[in-house]
């Protein structure tokens, strides 16, 4: 029998949707993260032993960080005798590098361990973590099925070691294991507006973390 244009019609509808449920049916679900990014931060630096205070994730230079901070008491004890808290404005932290005022500019309150960055994929882990990877420590927190592929041996493993980022994978338990180390043998920069305002975010952040822990006593 010839083919009218109503069965061609027909044939080629039924053909696109059987292509489009075979095409459907080898798409793999996303990988997500097995616990909240807090938890896996906090599991991350007590793997890598940073010891300090984990900080609720956080938007820094556009990226979402955890930092691991702790507090200079004695910087601290100065600056509320100075009255001077934490600064969050940018354009007032970056005349503390000036020459001219960097003598009189509040020290540093802020040890900063490291920064981590909790994600589902190491492309955004590492976006996120190579900034603060120029100033000191920096991890990335992937899920450990993020680092069974090709594309993570081949393109993520390089990039880190180049940039001496960790890499640290939890399992579908939320259980942390170490991929690679990071290295601490690399050229670093020195203070900066840049950092130095990370340290004021830091330290605010500190604060607000001992006030929680204060007030849940």
């Given at each position: 029998?010839?083919?009218?244009?109503?069965?061609?019609?027909?044939?080629?509808?039924?053909?696109?949707?059987?292509?489009?449920?075979t095409t459907a049916s080898r798409v793999l679900p996303p990988?997500?993260?097995?616990?909240?990014?807090?938890?896996?931060?906090?599991?991350?630096?007590?793997?890598?032993?940073?010891?300090?205070?984990?900080?609720?994730?956080?938007?820094?230079?556009?990226r979402k960080v955890s930092i691991v901070a702790r507090l200079r008491t004695d910087?601290?004890?100065?600056?509320i005798a100075m009255g001077v808290g934490p600064v969050a404005d940018?354009?007032?932290?970056?005349?503390?590098?000036?020459?001219?005022?960097?003598?009189?500019?509040?020290?540093?309150?802020?040890?900063?361990?490291?920064?981590?960055?909790?994600?589902?994929?190491?492309?955004?882990?590492?976006?996120?973590?190579?900034?603060?990877?120029?100033?000191?420590e920096a991890a990335m927190v992937l899920p450990s099925l993020a680092v069974l592929t090709e594309d993570y041996v081949a393109n993520c493993l390089p990039r880190a070691r180049a940039?001496?980022?960790?890499?640290?994978?939890?399992?579908?338990?939320?259980?942390?294991d170490l991929d690679l180390e990071g290295r601490t043998e690399r050229l670093l920069l020195d203070e900066d507006p840049v950092s130095r305002w990370v340290n004021e975010m830091a330290y605010e952040q500190l604060l607000r973390a001992d006030l929680v822990a204060a007030e849940s006593d």
């Amino acid at each position: 029998m010839a083919a009218t244009p109503q069965n061609t019609e027909r044939s080629t509808v039924a053909g696109s949707a059987k292509r489009s449920r075979t095409t459907a049916s080898r798409v793999l679900p996303p990988i997500e993260l097995p616990a909240s990014p807090d938890e896996l931060a906090r599991k991350a630096a007590a793997l890598l032993g940073w010891n300090g205070v984990v900080l609720p994730v956080t938007t820094l230079l556009g990226r979402k960080v955890s930092i691991v901070a702790r507090l200079r008491t004695d910087v601290h004890a100065e600056r509320i005798a100075m009255g001077v808290g934490p600064v969050a404005d940018r354009a007032t932290v970056d005349t503390w590098t000036w020459p001219e005022l960097a003598a009189t500019a509040p020290a540093p309150a802020a040890e900063i361990i490291g920064v981590l960055a909790v994600a589902r994929h190491w492309r955004t882990a590492m976006a996120s973590a190579v900034p603060f990877a120029r100033y000191g420590e920096a991890a990335m927190v992937l899920p450990s099925l993020a680092v069974l592929t090709e594309d993570y041996v081949a393109n993520c493993l390089p990039r880190a070691r180049a940039y001496g980022l960790a890499v640290v994978t939890a399992d579908p338990y939320a259980m942390s294991d170490l991929d690679l180390e990071g290295r601490t043998e690399r050229l670093l920069l020195d203070e900066d507006p840049v950092s130095r305002w990370v340290n004021e975010m830091a330290y605010e952040q500190l604060l607000r973390a001992d006030l929680v822990a204060a007030e849940s006593d």
